[in-house]
């Protein structure tokens, strides 16, 4: 079955400080993994999208890692700011001949405190 | 400005009176789709449309009705709306299924 876990579930760090959000998927046959990022009550914008080829996207301080042999990926968060305070949430794109699957993680909620 | 509109963006009804909740998009995207975000369930995919006349169920399609008539809109429809579906609604739309999604503002209903 397709899945996609997220850990942890939730994460509290002083500003300034460096964090690493984990992605763990079981996804078949893998297309692309997407982090979003979402602020409480709006919707979720996208950070970056990566291919099964690609190992390391940056977008600003946000740098995520694609594992494609592990299954794995990361989004490392730079020097925190109170606005890195939201919900991030891990997507894997699954596609065959019958179509594209979106897997979604329950996400992590990061606070980030001054 | 390129956006993913939804409304309304708040909603409080009853059960059994029927509703529909619209969503429009300026990008000429292809693919469109509907979820809904519950606490500690996160996003789950009601239904989907990869072009205009395609629609597909998606992981929670039950009490939910949706078209897609023109490539810009796509409404959530709910016959008879029930307690279980009050939740945050989000409307998406990319180029293609593989590509990010753009996603619009969100629609908080209650059904009481």
């Known amino acids: 079955k397709n899945q996609v876990e997220q850990s942890p579930q939730s994460l509290i760090i002083l500003e300034g400080k460096n964090c690493t959000l984990q992605c763990n998927y079981t996804v078949s046959p893998f297309s692309n993994l997407r982090w979003y990022k979402q602020d409480t009550g709006r919707g979720p914008v996208s950070l970056t999208i990566m291919t099964f080829s690609e190992n390391t996207k940056s977008n600003g301080r946000y740098t995520a890692t694609l594992d494609a042999d592990t299954k794995q990926s990361s989004l490392h968060i730079t020097a925190s700011q109170l606005s890195d305070s939201a919900s991030y949430i891990c997507?894997?794109?699954?596609?065959?001949?019958?179509?594209?699957?979106?897997?979604f993680g329950k996400g992590t909620t990061l606070s980030v405190s001054s | 400005e390129a956006q993913v509109t939804q409304n309304p963006r708040y909603l409080i009804t009853v059960t059994g009176k029927k509703l529909t909740v619209t969503c429009s998009q300026n990008m000429n995207h292809e693919y469109m789709s509907w979820y809904r975000q519950d606490p500690g369930l996160g996003l789950r995919q009601i239904y989907y449309?990869?072009?205009?006349?395609?629609?597909d169920k998606g992981d929670v399609p039950e009490g939910y009705k949706v078209s897609r008539k023109e490539k810009r809109n796509f409404p959530l429809i709910l016959e008879s709306p029930s307690p279980n579906q009050t939740s945050l609604y989000f409307c998406?739309?990319?180029?293609?299924?593989?590509?990010?999604?753009?996603f619009g503002p969100g629609t908080r209903l209650t059904v009481l």
């Open positions: 997507v894997v794109s699954a596609a065959n001949q019958a179509g594209t699957a979106l897997i």
């Open positions: 998406a739309s990319s180029p293609w299924a593989q590509n990010e999604q753009f």
């Open positions: 449309s990869m072009n205009v006349e395609v629609t």
